[in-house]
């Protein structure tokens, strides 16, 4: 069964970098794009990046230069390198997969950028 499990979060103050890691299994990762979303405290869940199987990517206007999405198929990984991170950044990260009708969702996990 398809199962993606995000680590690496963590507090981290404003101006500083973490590094996002998704692993995916149940599929085969070099057929599909996968998007890092995040959802912050009383807003609704938002797109962050994606990534498609043949690596071209799209960014949120709001992390635009601040954040590389990148994958290693060969891992069954998809990361997200977040830099300058700003305290609006705060929020639980989740990786996404969209699969015909279906979407699959990690646990997420939480980034604290502190002021």
């Known amino acids: 069964q398809v199962q993606l499990v995000e680590s690496g979060g963590g507090l981290v103050q404003t101006g500083g970098s973490l590094r996002l890691s998704c692993a995916a299994s149940g599929f085969t990762l070099d057929y599909y794009a996968i998007g890092w979303f995040r959802q912050a405290p009383g807003k609704e869940r938002e797109l962050v990046a994606t990534i498609t199987g043949g690596d071209s990517t799209n960014y949120a206007d709001s992390v635009k230069g601040r954040f590389t999405i990148s994958r290693d198929n060969a891992k069954n990984m998809v990361y997200l390198q977040m830099n300058s991170l700003k305290p609006e950044d705060t929020a639980v990260y989740y990786c996404?997969?969209?699969?015909?009708?279906?979407?699959?969702w990690g646990q997420g996990t939480q980034v604290t950028v502190s002021s």
């Open positions: 996404n997969l969209h699969r015909g009708w279906e979407d699959y």
